[in-house]
């Protein structure tokens, strides 16, 4: 059998801390059998996923008292940085790596990166921003582990001119449960950088760039008429685990792959108990994430969860009553039907945080590799038990639906922000008849 990626069970496993700056690791973060390759100790295949914001060095500024001063200006700096990001990258060699703020616009930074991964075995794929913003995502997928079905690029087209890439790969060796049942195991992976909530009217343009992936994904699963299978995310999704961009996701069936790893809850109690970021206020939080959606994960229909996190956002103009009906309304799907189906989908078998203080809530001084911490989660297979429900639906008069358009309309148009209309572009026109249906306005 082979191993293609795993944690060290160990309390030791995972001894990195701040000292990381060092352009050679000398104790690592993971078993390796030979230089540059894990094993696992579970006795099972994994596969390894590594995210990391690489701050852009046309964004790291260098001096305080100097804003304008910037890292891309002093070429020595911004390659010695990356140099050291790249040797860590090459030194844990996950299966799956997911960069953000690549500086697409540097001809020579993106050989370094380009040359060096593929030397090492992987195929990359960059993408930049859209309106020549300089950054984007790269994103690095290890041949011996991956084959490459399918890349696709998608560009939200929106304020912030953000983009997601979104690939689809087969396992190179079939993952298997045993020996005589051999599974051709097959990923969906994202990787996004999600629009900063420079102040709340942004919330819903965030929480439409998740919307337009998760709808992206839709799309092409029913295209290409692929069979069930899991699906990754990764990225800086610059919001926290009370945040609706996390709601949203945790609706539509995804787990955080560390909160899973180490036992946390989505809780008030367990929200800040890690973080990965130090931001340009000064402030530091937990943004980063690796989200997994295994094919047997409930959901609510898509454009349903979409519409309830993005009315919940802005509730205030809408009775206090009206989440009350929509949670009674809008059923999931009829538990009294279905077939049942077997797929493979995957466990969360570790996850860690580097540097390593971060994982208790501290950013350390002397850590500057970038504003992020990286992020590395190692998932095993799984045989699950699935079953295909058809969803209920929500059946009015189209004049009904169109009369609550325009009241909806008109109610979001009073906020002066075209954005906040976005949703009711998207949502479930099922979803307007329900509550127009239940509306106060309506009753009277």
């Known amino acids: ?36 390759y894990v094993s696992s100790t579970m006795g099972e295949p994994c596969v390894s996923c590594t995210t990391f914001n690489i701050l852009a060095p046309i964004y790291k500024r260098l001096d305080q008292q100097n804003q304008s001063v910037r890292e891309s200006d002093f070429r020595a700096f911004w390659l010695a940085r990356n140099e050291r990001i790249v040797d860590w990258l090459l030194y844990e060699r996950s299966s799956i790596i997911c960069l953000q703020e690549f500086w697409v616009g540097n001809e020579e930074l993106v050989h370094m990166y380009e040359e060096r991964l593929g030397a090492a075995g992987y195929d990359t794929f960059k993408l930049a921003r859209t309106n020549n913003r300089g950054d984007g995502l790269l994103t690095a997928i290890h041949k011996e582990y991956f084959r490459v079905l399918n890349h696709r ?3 939200f087209n929106d304020f912030g001119d953000r983009v997601a890439q979104l690939l689809h790969v087969q396992a190179v060796v079939p993952l298997s449960q045993n020996r005589n049942d051999i599974v051709e195991q097959e990923i969906l992976i994202v990787n996004t950088h999600l629009l900063f909530p420079h102040d ?7 929480l439409h760039q998740v919307y337009k992936i998760l709808q992206y994904l839709e799309t092409y699963q029913r295209e290409n008429k692929l069979n069930q299978m899991p699906v990754i995310l990764c990225g800086d999704w610059n919001g926290s685990k009370r945040g609706h961009v996390y709601k949203f996701l945790r609706s539509q069936g ?10 946390y809850t989505d809780g008030d109690a367990d929200a800040h108990k890690w973080v990965s970021h130090l931001n340009h206020r000064g402030n530091i939080c937990g943004v980063d994430f690796i989200w997994l959606r295994n094919p047997n994960k409930s959901q609510k229909p898509l ?26 309304g809008c059923s999931l799907e009829d538990s009294n039907e279905g077939i049942a189906e077997e ?16 994982e208790k809530g501290i ?52 906020f002066g922000n075209a954005c906040l209309y976005s949703p009711l572009k998207v949502a479930s026109s099922h979803l307007f008849s329900h509550l127009w249906r239940t509306s106060p306005k309506r009753r009277k």
């Open 1 to 36: 059998m082979v191993m293609l990626a795993g944690f060290h069970n160990d309390p030791e496993f995972a001894n990195v801390d701040s000292s990381e700056n060092e352009s050679v690791p000398y104790k690592g973060t993971i078993l390796r059998t030979k230089p540059g």
């Open 153 to 155: 690029e998608l560009l």
């Open 200 to 206: 709340s009217s942004l919330s819903i343009v965030r």
């Open 254 to 263: 995804f787990v955080s792959s560390y909160d899973i790893a180490h036992q």
């Open 303 to 328: 454009k349903i969860s979409w519409a309830e996190a993005a009315f919940g956002i802005i509730k205030r103009i809408w009775n206090s009553t009206w989440s009350e009906h929509m949670d009674q």
């Open 343 to 358: 797929a493979i989908g995957f466990a969360v078998k570790n996850a860690v945080l580097f540097p390593r203080e971060v």
């Open 363 to 414: 950013w350390p001084e002397n850590y500057s590799l970038s504003d992020h911490a990286r992020l590395t989660a190692v998932f095993s297979p799984v045989r699950l038990r699935c079953s295909k429900k058809p969803h209920r639906t929500l059946v009015d008069s189209k004049k009904e639906k169109t009369n609550f358009v325009t009241h909806c309309k008109k109610k979001y148009l009073k």
